[in-house]
């Protein structure tokens, strides 16, 4: 992975706009970006941000590679969809948002441990293995993703939680043994394996 | 001329009949008007009344009347006899809409009115019927002084609209500012690509028009007259050729602020440190293809740097936005994005401004891939083949740096005004006083002079602030403050090429105005119309020269005998000569230190111990009239206590007024001007301002008479102030009850 980060850097030396424009889900809109600032004052998080989209476009032009793609700003997006729908210029703000953050995870330069991405990680590994998400085991890997003693902790404190939803039917403690899938998880593999090929293409990773 | 007979007419429609004793006005009219004429009607301004009017002036041969009924400034148009001199008493605005309702305030209404009608008789007896300037004359015909971009659209448009046009360009050929661009910001849709400038085709019809004549490599060497009737020696290559105007258009534009004087971004250290017309030259040599730098280098990296010796709060550069350069650098940048996309492009910018339909243009800009970066340029220098340009990032809140092959920095403009008025006048003085350097800078400086006037007040227009020629910002941008000629485009204020044509547009239709007003003896703006003008008696004159200095217009020359002189067609009729007078010897037919001053004596002044004061309010009849008059309008109330008498301008009050006012018994004397100073909303620019001066000087002639000095005080009222103005009559009422009657009752 660190591979794709070397490559990615032989190939745009040291224009990161380029990079993000042609590599990062509507990355083209940054240079669009009139800093007007109204995205950093609409985001409901705005101020836990280290940097806000606003200066992440700002950072991206002035070629903030490292900076940008190290930061776990990006990640910190609720897609609440202020910023989206207050932006003067129009910027698909919280798309971006996820574009650089899923950009920053495919060359590894993403925080880790960030939760956010911890969260989606496991999410998507559920998801992807059998066309359905685990909603058991998925809780569970959340659970313990901070060590055993952690995860005891935390099945403790939601066991009444956990009781009641499978009283009410909600939660089917067989999950834990395989659990359902879609009618043909191997088609899925295969669609999820041609889309990221077409991605890659379309993106110019070589691995 | 005939006999004067007077007559009054009393109305009492629009409730005047029912709160007012209108019978009693009536004779108030008779025995005291001394009208030889009283007629009373319900409905004064409807068909049959006015037909009543008409019939006394065609019938009765009356000659003056006094029209007891709404404020001057309402039914102008029903009361409208063009032929007789016309006073109006205000009795609705200024009696019962103002004052408090009921029977406890009857007797206060009643005086207030009956001295209304008093004052309007009294003033139509002083009056005479303005029969228009005597000195009128009829050239049509206009001059545009330069063949850039500004003057030609005038000249163009004027042409279109039937007048004769002569051209004055300094240049060999026309074009000015527009001819050195390689392109223009867009005007038209879809404001996304530079456009041509449309010269060549714009030239080609003005070279060609039947109407316009065009000198080019000329100058002006001398310009003298009035509206109507200015003569213009033309300096070409053959000598000098006299041409006859009727008005003038000066469209004499900018040129760039100096490079060198901005060392330490660059200028005039670095050849890779230009300005904005140098890239322009650039741009033209490079026709389309890669740009190349002086040296034949091809550019790959260029920064622009805004407000280069602009915006600058130091007071070394100049303090004012130019208002195109934002916009100028978003086109040259497309520049070289057009000719190669590779090339790195950076505007730097602390506020980027893009009025009009520029945020198209901007965001076009931004498509191409240029660069805009927030930040604060504070050094360029030169560094290896190119510059380094260190700056402070303003949203990432750093110092950092760029290396570039060009820079090119966005200096403003600086008008071509002319000779500084305020710089002249001084010199002069010390001239005429004998002193041989005054006199060697005078020469000087007239070399600068662009329309060589021979005014008394100097050779060209005065200039507003920051070397701009006049204009009167907030109430009539176009206008000047020397009669018949206006400034347009960046001459007048920084502009781009788009408002430059508009400018020059409004220009023209301003220069048209003015000379067919003047052809008809008749006001220019803002009393546009007027047919009265300054009437002087030069056997009374002491050659003080206070009317020659102090009118605004520039309108007094002096005769070889230095009795001032007169030029009515560059007269705005403000009458603050009439003011500044202190023999009073100028006056206008229907407007002189009598007209006011005999309203001022012709009320009926109760006596010290009548717990009635009697104060007089002279209000500017522009702003503080009108405010008043809406005061009543809008039911503000204030006291029953004041008389008020419209003036022109405060300009035109003459400090006798307020002197015999306070002899004859009035308890206080308010005066409410426009506000005057830097923001000023006086119409005559000058006139409130030089009447806060003289009202200044007050206080001596009031301890003299061993007044008060709250006896007299000033106001800047603005037209929207009608609430306001109650207030500060009621205050002002209250305080001069506070301080007591004036002793100076009964003493005549
Ligand atoms: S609101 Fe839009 S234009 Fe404004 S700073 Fe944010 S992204 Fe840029
Ligand atoms: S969508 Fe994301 S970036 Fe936009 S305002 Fe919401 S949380 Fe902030
Ligand atoms: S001061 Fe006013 S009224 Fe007098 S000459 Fe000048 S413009 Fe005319």
Known sequence: MTNANQQAVALYSNDFLREVEERVEEGEWVKMCMQCGVCAGSCPLGNAWQHTPQ?????????????????????????????????????????IMHGLANYAHRLNLAPKGQPTREVARLFWNSLAKTGRVNELKFSLAMYFKDGIVQGIKNAMAMQSIGLALVMTKRLNPMELFGGHKCKDPGSLHKMIAKAREIEDRKKGFTS | ?????????????????????????????????????????????NEEGVQMIRDDIEKEAVTHICIAACSRRSKTEA?????????????????????????????????????????????????????????????????????????????????????????????????????????????????AEPQDTGLAELAGKVSSHPRISVYLSSTIAETSGAPGRFSVQVKGAAGITTEEVGGIVQATGFTTYDINKLPELG??????????????????????????????????????????????????????????????????????????????????????????????FYRSAQQKGVIFTKGKVSTVAASGDGCEVKFRDLILDEDTALNADLVVLATGQVPTAGVNLEAWNPIVTAAEGGSAEAKQQRVEMQKTSVLNLNYRQGPDMPQLKNGFNDSHFICFPYETRRTGIYAAGPVRRPMDMLQATEDATGAALKAIQTVENASLGRAAHPRSGDL?????????C???????????????????????????????????????????????????VDTVGNQIKSIDMPDEFSEKPRILILACENDAYPALDMAGLQHHVYSAFVRAIPVRCMGSVNTIWITDALNSGYDGVMTMGCKHGDNYQCHFVKGSELANYRLSKIED???????EKERVISHEVAITDSARVAELINDYVAKIQEIGMSPMKGFN
């Open chain 2, 542 to 592: 002491t050659q003080c020269k206070r009317c020659t200095v102090e009118c605004p217009f520039g309108a007094i020359d002096e005769d070889e005998r230095r009795f001032p002189q007169f030029n009515e067609s560059r007269c705005r009729r403000c009458g603050t000569c009439m003011g500044a007078c202190p023999v009073r010897v100028i006056s206008f037919e229907n407007y002189s």
């Open chain 2, 267 to 360: 200028g005039g250290k670095s050849a890779n440190v230009i300005d904005q017309a140098g890239m322009e030259a650039l741009a033209r040599t490079a026709n389309g293809a890669a740009i190349k730098r002086a040296d034949g280098k091809e550019v790959k990296s260029v920064v622009f740097v805004q407000c280069a010796g602009q915006r600058d709060e130091s007071g070394t550069h100049l303090p004012y936005c130019s208002g195109h350069c934002c916009a100028t650098s978003v086109k040259q940048a497309m520049y070289f994005k057009d000719a190669n996309p590779q090339v790195d492009t950076v505007v730097m910018y602390t506020d980027l401004r893009l009025p009009g339909m520029g945020e198209d």
């Open chain 2, 1 to 45: 001329m005939a006999e004067m007979k007077t007559a009054a007419y009393i109305c009492s429609g629009c409730e005047l009949g029912n709160r007012l004793d209108v019978a009693q006005l009536s004779k108030i009219a008779q025995k005291e008007g001394k009208m030889a004429l009283v007629r009373e009607h319900a409905f004064l301004c």
């Open chain 2, 701 to 707: 002639n009031l301890k003299q008479m061993g007044l």
């Open chain 1, 55 to 95: 200066k992440l476009f700002m950072m991206i032009r002035a070629g903030k590679r490292e900076e940008v793609l190290t930061s776990d700003s990006m990640w910190m997006c609720t897609s609440c969809y202020n910023c989206i729908v207050r932006c003067p210029r129009k910027l698909p703000i919280t798309h």
């Open chain 2, 532 to 540: 009265s003008y300054p009437i002087v008696r030069l056997e009374g």
């Open chain 2, 79 to 191: 009361f409208h006899f063009p032929t007789v001199a016309i006073s109006r008493a205000n009795l609705r605005e200024g009696v019962i809409w103002g004052i408090a309702e009921g029977e406890q305030h009857d007797e206060v209404r009643q005086e207030m009115a009956g001295d209304y009608v008093r004052m309007g008789c009294a003033e139509v007896k002083k009056m005479t019927l303005p029969l228009g300037n005597p000195n009128h004359a009829h050239n049509k015909r206009l001059l545009v002084v330069g063949g850039g971009m500004s003057g030609m659209t005038s000249a163009l448009e004027a042409a279109e609209a039937g007048y004769d046009i002569v051209i004055v360009e300094k240049e060999a050929q026309l074009g000015g500012w527009a001819a050195k661009l390689w392109k223009r910001v867009p005007f038209k849709q879809p404001f």
